[in-house]
């Protein structure tokens, strides 16, 4: 998970068919707890590779980079929650 402007990036390592992802799919929103803080999670939608891999930073990037990881997701926060 890698935080950026209104919201977090996360790269489904293990696919589409992992409980977390599908149940925030279904519901259309969930709650995330990120360094000890609790956010809202508005939604969930597609995010591009090279962007999603530049979130996390050097070195994760590299490393997201070399392992060919192309599946990113941006999870929108509430809009009523600190940024």
């Known amino acids: 998970m890698a935080a950026v402007d209104g919201g977090f ?3 489904l390592t293990y ?3 992992v409980a977390w992802y599908r149940n925030v799919v279904a ?3 969930g709650v ?3 360094k000890g803080v609790e956010y809202a ?3 969930i939608e597609p ?3 090279e962007p999603g ?3 996390f930073g050097f070195p994760a990037e590299l490393i997201l980079r070399l392992l060919r990881r192309q599946e990113f ?3 929108r926060i509430a809009k009523d929650q600190p940024q």
């Open 32 to 34: 995330l707890v990120f």
């Open 53 to 55: 891999r530049r979130a």
């Open 9 to 11: 990036v996360a790269e």
């Open 41 to 43: 999670i508005a939604g």
């Open 27 to 29: 519901a259309g929103h």
């Open 15 to 17: 696919g589409t068919d």
């Open 47 to 49: 995010y591009p590779a």
């Open 73 to 75: 997701r941006f999870l």
